[in-house]
């Protein structure tokens, strides 16, 4: 297919794109699905966007381009944007996202998610809320004249626009009679009806209380909708968290004292069974020093049996957290929390485990509903659905997450495409004579671990990211490093906000225009997956360890309900998600096909059968005890 025809917006494609937009475009034409394992760098959007929007621009269907973060939009709206200008298409595209991110108004803006979305509904219903009003109208009247500035809008949209253009656009829109400012997200949703491509959260598609309503809002069926999922490796744990719960006992007496200002005494005493409740099954299931345990849903339920009509307290909380909100002018109100909870606890879902656990203060304990099977949602809809590309830098193996989120054989297509960059220009090495692996954890191998860390960082010519499979290990291997490294040395610490890490890679960017630092950090967390280190900024990473999730009793039993249903449960539930991490870590320092760096494994256990089959096809991993040697050659070459 000629790359005009599907309107690919770029003179040169590379091979490796080529065969993407290839099988893209069989596979949509075929109404089939596509899990695709493909490197970063290679192009992935702008290859899987051309030939979905112009099929859909000549079938009449809608493509879904949902991303896990809202940050990843934009180069989405990019791709949609160059191609519109370039080949001077009639499209439209939307950029979704949830209605507090969209909202204008400064008070309920500053809600939090559970709260917001209450106080929103309840403005909306007593027809209170202005912006609501300007974009869609309570009455007839209304409706005609709120039609009149969503096309005035409409005008000045084009092809698409990221939401703050969006926003900022809804806001300032005047009419006749002055400034006419506009909810966003009615608006966005209006704009959705008549676009052919919807760039969103992964949230608007695959949760089952929000995708019927939201697809109903823009007219669109998902058998017309090619459904593009970028980072798919995220996608597993983003549906469990969909779909499971937890509720603590702190919540429960905040929610108490909520109740108390409000002079609730009726409710505040049934809050307080439910505390009872949670506090009496941690006695009877929390025996000794047991710190979590499996718990059954009529256990809590026989402790709230004077509560006859659950739904119906569920519902009081909802709008006592709601008026609580409105009436203190707080951000949260924990009776939101404790409604919510309720509601998914009282459900028989499949394929759950119910675990009461300790917490790390005297007497206060946690209750959740956690979800094992994220099939349970993806299946039904990527049975539905015209076709679905999952795609991902770190999407391996891609039987396992064809297998565990239900995409059905005959309809689905597995491919792992190679790196596009120069083998040459990344070095690999597996060093082979440290572990970290529980049973052999002491001083010595801490020691023996720091000293090669101590000679990679002081061989790299600028920065080096060390990513640790948890911060126990981080702090332990640390105290060997001391005096032992010439360059600054930057450490995450535990519960950093986002402003405090910023901070520290300002820091860790700032050195790699000098002599270079080092940065310390655990592989489960942003500094490993969601940071870009361009250019010069990162020219090593070290994976120490194999970044495996605590056995958990939530872990334990996905390891063994994977194998009933794979026999595959400690590949499945352990190791694989470990090695996407370790994997994802290392990619942050090839981001170019300019950029040269180096990935070291420091870990016996990446170069074991079961770890190694793991990495890409295309890695070529070196096995060594002297990683500084082969890096010291490494950047001694010339290019």
């Known amino acids: 297919m000629a790359l005009e025809q599907i309107f690919f917006p770029f003179q040169s494609v590379r091979e490796q794109q080529k065969e993407l937009i290839e099988d893209i475009s069989r596979v949509i034409s075929e109404k089939k699905h596509l899990v695709a394992h493909a490197p970063t760098g290679l192009g992935k959007t702008v290859s899987v966007l051309a030939p979905a929007i112009a099929f859909a621009l000549r079938e009449g269907k809608t493509v879904f381009f949902l991303t896990p973060k809202i940050s990843q939009h934009q180069i989405a709206v990019d791709v949609v944007r160059q191609m519109a200008l370039q080949f001077q298409l009639n499209i439209k595209a939307v950029d979704l996202v949830g209605k507090k991110y969209m909202c204008s ?3 309920l803006g500053s809600t939090d998610f559970e709260g917001f979305y209450n106080v929103c509904s ?10 609501y009003k300007n974009a869609v109208g309570y009455s007839k009247p209304e409706k005609e004249i709120s039609g009149m500035h969503v096309n005035r809008l409409l005008k000045n949209y084009g092809a698409v626009k990221n939401h703050f253009e969006l926003k900022e656009l809804a806001v300032n829109v005047r009419g006749p009679d002055g400034e006419r400012p506009m909810c966003a997200y009615e608006v966005s949703h209006i704009i959705a009806r008549e676009s052919q491509v919807v760039i969103g959260d992964y949230f608007h598609m695959l949760n089952p209380g929000i995708q019927k309503a939201t697809l109903s809002r823009m007219g669109k069926k998902l ?21 499971s719960s937890s509720l603590s006992t702190i919540s429960v007496k905040h929610a108490c004292e909520e109740l108390r200002q409000m002079n609730l005494a009726e409710l505040r005493s049934n809050c307080k069974l439910l505390e009872k409740a949670i506090t009496a099954a941690a006695k009877k299931k929390l025996a000794g020093n047991a710190k979590e345990a499996l ?8 402790g709230i049996s004077e509560i006859t009509d659950l739904e119906a ?14 009436a203190s002018g707080k951000t949260r109100s924990h009776l939101i929390g404790i409604a919510n909870f309720l509601e998914k606890w009282a459900e028989d879902a499949p394929a759950t485990v119910r675990i009461i656990k300790r917490t790390n203060l005297e007497g206060e304990f946690v209750v959740s509903i956690q979800a094992l099977d994220p099939a349970i949602v993806s299946k039904k809809i990527f049975e539905k659905t015209h076709s679905t590309i999952l795609m991902s830098g770190t999407l391996l193996p891609t039987k396992m997450y064809a297998n565990i989120l239900g995409l059905g054989e005959e309809r689905t297509v597995l491919k792992e495409y190679s790196n596009p960059f120069p083998k040459e220009n990344h070095l690999r090495l597996v060093v082979t004579d440290a572990t970290t692996k529980f049973t052999q954890r002491n001083a010595k191998e801490f020691e023996k671990i720091a000293n090669h860390i101590a000679g990679i960082v002081n061989s790299v010519p600028g920065n080096s990211a060390v990513f640790f499979p948890s911060f126990n290990v981080l702090e332990s291997v640390s105290f060997f490093l001391q005096g032992k490294v010439s ?27 000098g002599f270079g630092a080092g940065l310390l950090c655990v592989s489960n967390g942003s500094y490993s997956e969601w ?5 010069n900024f990162l020219l090593c990473s070290v994976i120490v360890g194999v970044p495996l999730q605590e056995m958990t009793l939530f872990n334990s039993c996905l390891v063994q309900y994977f194998e009933e249903k794979f026999s595959a449960g400690w590949h499945y539930g352990y190791l694989y998600p470990a090695m996407t991490k370790a994997i994802q870590a290392s ?53």
């Open 105 to 107: 108004d400064p008070l």
């Open 122 to 131: 309840k403005r909306v219903k007593k027809e209170q809320c202005q912006y």
């Open 223 to 243: 058998e017309d909708s090619i459904v593009i999922i970028d980072e798919a490796h995220n996608l597993p744990e983003r549906l469990r968290k969909i779909l």
């Open 295 to 302: 718990l059954s849903k009529e256990t809590i339920l026989e």
């Open 313 to 326: 307290f569920a519902e009081q909380l909802n709008s006592a957290g709601t008026e609580f909100l409105e």
């Open 487 to 513: 360059r600054e040395m930057i450490r995450q610490k535990p519960k950093m906000t986002s402003a405090e890490r910023a901070v520290q890679l300002q820091r860790f960017q700032n050195a790699s225009s």
């Open 531 to 535: 940071l870009d280190y361009p250019g």
């Open 587 to 639: 990619g942050r320092v090839i981001r170019d096909s300019t950029d040269r760096g180096v990935s070291v494994f420091l870990d016996a256990r990446f170069g074991w059968g079961n770890y190694s089959k793991c990495f890409p096809k295309d890695f070529e991993l070196i096995k060594t005890n002297s990683p500084k040697e082969f890096i010291e050659k490494f950047w001694a070459q010339k290019v």
